[in-house]
Structure formats: C-alpha cells, structure tokens
C-alpha cells in the first residue's frame, strides 16, 4: 500500500509541478491610498519585480478627482490626489501601460477618521468599488483570501509541503507530518506579524531554499534510516518555524487592520490553511487516479520503479529550489 502511494505520488509530482514551477511572480500589486486631509490623499503603488519597468501601474482615480506622481521608481510609484468628494462608494482601478501581467491586486485605504477599507481584487478584476463602511465580515473575508492567494502562489512552500508528503509515505505519517508544519508556521507568522520576533526576510527566503533542496537531498540519496525519514515530523516542525516567517513577511507588506488586528490575522492564517489543504487533495485525488492505471497496466507498473520515480521526484523539488537558493544566498551579498 505504502509503496504504490509513493510512486504515484511520486508521478503525480511531475505532472502536477513540471510547469507551474517556472511560472510568473504570484504577489500582489499593493495600493495603498491614506487621506490626510478631507479630499487629500496620498498613495504609493507596489509592484513586483518581475513586472516590466515599461509596464509599470498607476492608479485610474474617479472623477472628479486630480492625482500627480510624486516619485516613480522601478517597483514603486507615489504621488498624492484631490478629491471633490471622499472615496467611499466610488471605483478605482490600475491601469497598465501595456497589458495586465496576470497579478491579483490588493488594495487598502486608510481614511480620516482612522478607518480602513481593503480588497483582494483577482487578475481578472480590474476595479475596486470602495464601500462606505468597513466590517468584520469584511476584513476576514479579504484576509482569507489573501491567506489563498499567497500559499496557491507560493510554489516554494508548495514544493515543501510536497517533499514532506513524499517522505511520510503513509496518510498517517503525513497527517502527523503538515500537522507539525502547519503547527511551526502559525507560531512564527503570528509572533512575527505582531512585531515580538524580527528576522530580516532575505537570509530567511534563502534558508527557506536550503529547507526545499535538503528534503530533495534526503529523497535523492533514499535515506531511510536517517532522521527525517523516522521522525519526519521533527523536519517538517523546525523548517516550518521558518516558513512562517516567509509568510509574515508577505502579510507585512499588506499589514493588519489596526481595529481588527486579531481578525485579520487568523483569517490570513485560516487562508494560508485552507489554500495548503487543497494542494494536499489535488495530490491526493492525483494519487488515486494514477493507482487506478497502475493497477491496470503492468507495463506502466514496471516502468515506474521507486527508485526511478524518487529520483524524478527529486529532482523536480531540487532543481526549482537549488535556483531559489542561489538567486536568494546572491541577494545577501549585494
């Protein structure tokens, strides 16, 4: 049973990573607005860098309303817009130069009087109608699916969390196993978000490389009797102590809702859960079809031996994250 769940899964890890591992940045364009005066606002423009810096976005503002760029440097535009009336109820939208590079939007404004509205806007949604009044229901719900946006996008955790599976072999093993990840990565997203642990992102994106290239390492050289193949959920603990800081990074670029810090918070945590759950089922339901063409074809069976579909396995996991531990370990010596 074991053995047929690894070497289809292991098959499935081809199928389901050999091209969404190469593709596009997943982080959101941040929009943040803050009103300082009545009608007066000031804006900044987040942007990922592998956006082109011809196709920078700016902010398609309501009528009515005289906006200038302030400052405009590659990644980031600032500027400030006056109003004839206030926001709420009005639509806002980003505008490409060229075309929308297939990025989710997030946008917040903080207005007057301290309170705050904010959207996960999809690829496909290209405006924002602002609501008049901000509530909890609100909050979560964007926090939640901000919580999804990130892990779906977040191939690295993915790859983690696919290696993980790999290992444990069995349900109950794995179980156990993204148990203690889920555990680790909660603590640190939360003790980091509220500002009691502080690590610098760069050294902790390059040690999140190194997680994905040593769980690559142990499937590779099949170390059965070593530490993380008897006590897998030790690994996936103490890895996920980082990852969480991976997470509270991308939550800090947003931030929390002051009024509703709490909020925000669990439901960033809540989506981070529920997007990882359903990578684990799209595995799983990857595993069960492939057993079934298994079962029925001996050839196919004696084609995808363990060492073989390991060694493939891998390698799919290894190679993405030997680049993301180059590109990221480069990034601390500039």
Known sequence: MSLQFIKSGLLAVLLIFTLPVLAHDARPVVVTIEEQLSGIYQYSVKVPE???????????????????????????????ASCSQHLQGLTLSLDFPYYNP?????????????????????????????????????????????????????LDHLLFVLGLMVIARTARRILWTVTGFTIAHSITLS????????????????AIALSIVFLAYEIS???????TYR???????????????????????????????????LFFNLGVEAGQIAFILLVAAAVMAIQRLVRVNARLNEVLTLHRVEMLAAYVIGIPASYWLVERVSGLLI
């Open 50 to 80: 592998t956006v082109d810096l011809k196709n920078q976005p700016d902010i398609h503002w309501p009528d009515g309303c005289k906006a200038q760029v302030t400052s405009h440097t590659p990644g980031l535009l600032t500027g400030s």
């Open 102 to 154: 297939s990025l989710a939007s997030y946008y917040r404004l903080t207005t007057l009087d301290g309170e705050m509205r904010m959207a996960m806007r999809s690829p496909t949604e290209a405006s924002w109608e602002i609501p008049q009044a901000p509530t909890t229901g609100n909050v979560a719900f964007e926090y939640l699916s901000l919580g999804v946006e990130h892990i779906v996008g977040g």
């Open 191 to 206: 003790l980091s978000s509220l500002g009691v642990v502080y690590i610098p992102i760069v050294p902790v994106e390059a």
């Open 221 to 227: 050289h099949e170390h059965n009797n070593s530490l």
């Open 231 to 265: 006590y897998p959920l030790i690994v996936s603990f103490g890895f996920g102590l980082l990852h969480g800081l991976g997470f509270a990074s991308a939550l800090g670029e947003i931030g929390l809702v002051p009024n509703e810090i709490m909020v925000s918070l």
